[in-house]
């Protein structure tokens, strides 16, 4: 009843929130993305989007088709490797931002060792900057991180707002230099929010740092400071600083997939890895 061609391009512009990244995500024409959206809304016979000239966002039917769309999407996979008589096999060394460790990443990962278990994945999580380098060097055959806003490479999985967190009960004073809790060089958000400072030439001072997620959410809860974050992925016990503290817009990021040198096979574990979190992406930026 559901195109699995039309699912997947249902899934990218869910995740994406936009009819234009879903398309460069799928290496296809905008219209081509529309074209399959409709189809299945005429085969649902619900609307699973409202769009407007500036913004698209899930109905309550797009949000249940989410669910629909993962799971058959799965068992067409799963069936098509069945009868295909192939197994994935060999090495995949895959890197994950920190951003992650709270998110339903290990979920993702733990269904792909179910589906996958002659492939050995070796798992580093690391800053987005400190991944991105070892991908260059060789040491990753697939990531995902942040790109810097300037950077065109990788796969877009879905684009998000930074916003300024810290502790409900932090009070910054106006008078004073800004506290920062920042990861360490070559943290993206730290370059981020300190550029953001500096081009609305409002002083800082550097809190904490920390190499962890862990260890810069103790320190905001423990209200230390403010620190930048994906405003889909705002840990537990913190929020939103309000807007009359007066601190300068972040931004927005992209999160992506980026391969190695030598791009795999289409068959290849990188390659099928790289599909479940695509397909499984909405989910990256919800709370375990």
């Known amino acids: 009843m559901y195109d699995p061609t039309q699912l997947r391009t249902f899934l990218a512009v869910a995740q994406t929130l936009s009819f234009t990244r879903a398309a ?78 709270q998110t339903r990443l290990p979920e993702i990962l733990e269904g792909f060792r179910n589906d996958h278990p002659e492939v050995d994945l070796e798992l580093t999580v690391e800053l987005s900057g400190t991944l991105h380098e070892q991908l260059a060097a060789g040491r990753l055959d697939l990531l995902l991180a942040k790109r810097h806003p300037e950077d065109t490479r ?15 009960r932090l009070r910054l004073d106006p008078e004073r230099p800004v506290p920062l809790i920042v990861y360490p060089p070559p943290g993206i958000t730290r370059q981020l ?7 609305a030439g409002r002083p800082w001072r550097i809190a904490c740092t920390s190499g962890s997620l862990s260890g810069l959410v103790a320190a905001a809860r423990a209200g230390l400071g403010v620190m930048a974050h994906s405003r889909g992925m705002v840990p537990p016990g913190l929020v939103p600083v309000p807007e009359r503290a007066g601190l300068p817009p972040l931004g927005g990021v992209d ?17 099928a890895l790289a599909a479940a979190i695509l397909a499984g992406g909405d989910r990256l930026h919800r709370p375990r």
């Open 193 to 199: 929010a300190l550029r953001a400072l500096e081009q």
């Open 24 to 101: 460069h995500r799928l290496g296809v024409r905008q219209s081509t993305v529309s074209q399959h959206v409709r189809r299945l809304e005429e085969a649902a016979g619900r609307q699973f989007f409202t769009r407007d000239t500036h913004s698209v966002e899930l109905t309550e039917d797009g949000e249940a088709m989410l669910g629909f769309a993962r799971r058959i999407l799965q068992a067409h996979e799963q069936a098509s490797a069945f009868f295909a008589g192939t197994r994935l096999r060999g090495r995949l060394r895959f890197g994950a931002s920190e951003d992650f460790v």
């Open 154 to 168: 990788g796969e877009p999985v879905w684009h998000d707002r930074l916003a300024w967190i810290g502790s409900e």
């Open 255 to 271: 999160f992506v997939l980026t391969h190695g040198r030598r791009r795999p096979s289409a068959q290849g574990p990188a390659e």
